[in-house]
């Protein structure tokens, strides 16, 4: 079942809207007395022991089966579609083929990507099924719309790029010798070196690193792959210099900033004084973007994403294998790896240069 807090559908009162809210879950109410055994977005395994009905408990539980990302994105897609049918008079859940082919060919004519209405059609699907319904989406109407806005829009995405190691090694060569310069050094570093998605890099605290004398261990409690929070452990080796080393500047970033315990990355007020608050997953993107633009960089090329790009398409470059990068990356499935591979050896055994052009 799709969890999506009712809160998300509030504003809208249609029974439509309703349906889809109790569908989807109320992940709320289970929130309300939570806050005490909260730690870092995780809750104590009896935080819903306040439902005495085991089908409350039940439901909370559902409400909870999804990342609050995936949940502010499906709300955000429902409304969408809830918006559309409101127009067209149609009716939303159910929703009939007609109507979910013609919402599809509406969002194409908005000018919508075609990854945004593939994302859309999972929403769709997921409402219905979270609300035990036939889903609209499998029928060959739908499937055949889909098919041809795919094939007149096209579906290359374009990612953000990579930061390979040269363009690392610039943006850090330009890096300020102040404490705000000590953070992005530490935050650009680590987040290259494993890879880490920017979700997962603002979600560490001081208590998950562990350093050794071959390097520093990371300890990822939970990952947009392991919501379940098995977690999983990084090896992040030292640098060949102290400028580039991942573990020195995690270590000189913590010292500056008298941190610890608690989040490791934590923004800055204008006089550089560290705040208690954790950094958000969103400045980790404005950090790669503005140091992008210091070397020359177009910084809306760039984002969070770069860095763990950056080290699977130059490790790829360097020759590791498929199974390495993956090991580091977290990766469950090696398409993305294999994409990595093909872009870090564009100029690897290429016939052009082999001709003697």
């Not at 809160?7 to 569908?23: K, N, V």
Request: net charge positive.
């Amino acid at each position: 079942m799709v969890a999506l807090p009712s809160f998300e559908l509030e504003d809208d009162d249609s029974a439509a809207g309703s349906s889809a809210a109790q569908a989807f879950g109320d992940a709320t109410a289970a929130d309300a007395g939570s806050a005490g055994v909260e730690a870092r977005g995780t809750r104590a395994p009896g935080a819903l022991a306040q439902f005495a009905d085991p089908a409350e408990r039940a439901h909370a539980y559902a409400g909870r089966s999804k990342s609050d990302a995936t949940i502010r994105a499906y709300a955000a897609g429902w409304r969408d579609f809830l918006s559309f049918c409101e127009q067209q008079g149609a009716e939303a859940l159910p929703a009939s083929d007609q109507t979910v082919a013609a919402y599809l060919a509406d969002m194409a004519d908005r000018g919508a990507k075609a990854a945004t209405i593939a994302r859309r059609l999972v929403v769709i699907t997921q409402a219905h099924k979270a609300a035990d319904l036939s889903s609209p989406t499998t029928s060959s109407l739908v499937s055949r719309t889909h098919a041809g806005i795919r094939r007149t829009l096209g579906t290359a995405q374009n990612g953000k790029a990579p930061a390979l190691v040269d363009d690392l090694k610039r943006m850090l060569d330009k890096l300020p010798s102040t404490r705000v310069g000590l953070r992005d050094r530490a935050l650009l570093l680590l987040g290259f070196a494993g890879a880490f998605r920017r979700s997962e890099l603002v979600s560490l605290d001081v208590a998950d690193l562990d350093f050794t004398r071959a390097g520093l261990v990371v300890t990822l409690r939970k990952s947009k792959t392991d919501q379940e929070g098995k977690s999983r452990r990084l090896g992040i080796p030292y640098g060949a210099s102290e400028q580039t080393c991942p573990v020195r500047s995690i270590q000189a970033w913590l010292e500056s900033a008298r941190i610890v315990d608690g989040p490791v990355f934590r923004s800055l007020d204008r006089f550089q004084r560290v705040q208690t608050g954790r950094l958000s997953d969103k400045a980790v993107a404005l950090v790669v973007k503005r140091r992008a633009k210091a070397v020359g960089l177009d910084p809306a090329r760039y984002g969070g994403h770069s860095l763990r790009a950056g080290l699977a398409t130059s490790a790829a470059a360097a020759g590791a294998s498929e199974r390495v990068i993956m090991s580091q990356t977290g990766h469950r499935s090696a398409d993305m790896v294999r994409k990595y591979i093909r872009e870090g050896n564009l100029f690897q055994s290429n016939p052009a240069a082999m001709v003697g052009l």
